[in-house]
């Protein structure tokens, strides 16, 4: 059998995916980003508890990723509007790096996995943002979805 791209139709053309006949289940999925500081940067962090100018990097960037995976349909074209009923964050400090989950949950027809991507993806990046002051050589090391539940199709990584 061979596969298809779900969003566009038998000429081309792309479009939503209608999900009109699908079942509402609960779907969850999670998603991680890496975000390299440098051992240095984190070192000197964990010292002032993640705090600088800007406020609270680590809780900013918890609130950033939860506004964006809540707007991920205006964000992705082709994205359903889903009104979220959790969305989650951990990050953990590691030796040079800070690693972080996000994980979205609702009751719905299409899956959750943009929206975690989306949330883990803005955390990461306003991570970044809230940094650049000290390094200039941050890097986004990845964003992956680790699994997604509750569709006709679960993953896991």
């Not at 995976?69 to 400090?93: M, W, Y």
């Not at 030796?95 to 994980?103: A, P, T, W, Y």
């Amino acid at each position: 059998m061979e596969n298809t791209f779900s969003h566009l139709d038998s000429s081309g053309q792309p479009g939503m995916v209608d999900v009109s006949l699908k079942s509402e289940t609960v779907r969850e999925a999670k998603a991680q980003s890496i975000i390299w500081l440098g051992k240095e940067v984190v070192d000197n962090f964990v010292k002032v508890g993640w705090e600088n100018k800007k406020g609270s990097i680590l809780q900013t960037a918890i609130l950033a990723g939860t506004m964006a995976a809540k707007k991920t349909a205006d964000l992705i074209p082709l994205c359903h509007p889903l009104g979220l009923d959790a969305c989650k964050f951990e990050i953990e400090v590691l030796e040079d790096s800070l690693l972080i989950h996000c994980v979205c949950r609702l009751a719905a027809k299409t899956g959750v996995e943009m929206e975690a991507m989306v949330g883990a993806s803005v955390a990461a990046l306003t991570i970044y943002d809230m940094c650049k002051s000290v390094s200039k050589g941050i890097i986004i090391q990845e964003i992956k979805l680790l699994y997604k539940t509750g569709g006709k199709s679960d993953f896991k990584a």
